[in-house]
């Protein structure tokens, strides 16, 4: 492969935004350069000039909660690791990190292998794994250090969803020891299922079926209090801990006290909990709302939950955004909680927007561009053991790239911009300022004015190294 030379953009990092041309040789970067200043000896082998003029030039996305092909809810995620990938390529995302999922009597190898199944050879952009607990028990707990050893190096457990994924207090204690011992980090799904389960069965019983009480049976003080609890087994166990699709305000108020007494507690947001709301999306009318369907759920906007979010999100209590990208479809999927919201798949889709809707934020005034790197695409690459070969525009660094427009304008909708295997889009009618042009994975591009140019199969399994985040 030949040296690619981009030229005249703002190189925009985590501490700045400089004019920089960025030279590219096979899959790495090479050298930043003073604008014109490239040399004789080096432009001799420059095979391809982008000129990024007026444009930012920034590292790719690292998308680090996707769940493509998931069997949830009685169903599968819509979107293959082809279809999700590829989406996720359009939209500035060049590394996602997904979750192999372990059910109750399953080994965890064997998960892990059967992830390993459906994503070789598939996938658009380069990916790594987290590994669901579904079942914490002696032989489990053994199969952790196998796992991070072969790069698997974060485990999610669930204070939700008894009978499928949850588990106990104990369970959560003891995987945290082992994390603790190895260095993992955990991943938490931090909402109090049993009380929940308690709420959902009240509701049905009063005929409360739409799905608007799915977010009303999910109260933020249910996830704040559970937040509270991980915070604290994290605390007694020394394990690292990363709490999952945070949409309550009070959570991150949690999370910020303990990062404030200098604690290894990390807590990341989505897009839907910073643009959605449970009046206007969970509310809408008829059984619209199930697209909205999520867990965490959306959040009341009267409550004040959003403004919070952009708050902490700008003081740095939140670390990274992503996107817990696990689509259905209406027909066929989201249609079958009809009649009783609790049977609707939770999942939203959106691995394609992340990008432009979180530079809507620096558009609104509400985090810099240096910010909107960071949680997009540094944050998650360092949180998650893949820096500094990820996340960022350094020479050695794999020549992840993205040629973002500032001054663009992006249309989201069906039949608009949507790559992913949804038959409806959360974001319908979003119109938001700028637009990812062009994308590099590894050197190559594989989007470029409007057009994919990338294969099935480019993207390549990442070995992880243990978290480079810890306080
Ligand atoms: O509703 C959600 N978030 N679905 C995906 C599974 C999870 O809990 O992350
Ligand atoms: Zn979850
Ligand atoms: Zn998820």
Redesign the pocket.
Known sequence: MSRTLIRGGTVVSTTGAQLLDVLVDGERIAALLDPGALGADLAAGVGTVIDATGRYVVPGGVDGHT?MQMP?GGTEASDTFETGTRAAAWGGTTTIVDFAVQSAGERLQDTMAEWHRKADGRCAIDYGFHQIMGSVDAESLKGMSELVAEGVTSFKLFMAYPGVFYSTDGQILRAMQSAAELGALVMM?AENGIAIDVLVEQALARGDTAPYFHGVTRPWQLEEEATHRAIMLAEVTGAPLYV??VSAAQALAQIAEARGRGRNVFGETCPQYLYLSLEEHLGAPGFDGAKWV??TPLRARAEGHQDALWRYLRTGDVTAVST?H?PFCMKDQKDRGRGDFSKIP??IGGVEHRMDLMFQGVVNGLISPQRWVEVCCTAPARMFGLYPRKGVISPGADADIVIYDPKGHTSIGIGRTHHMNMDYSAYEGFEVDGHVDTVLARGRVIVDDGRYLGRAGDGRFLKRELSQNLL
């Open positions: 769940h949830f799904h999952v699709h999520c867990s817990d696990c939770n999942g």
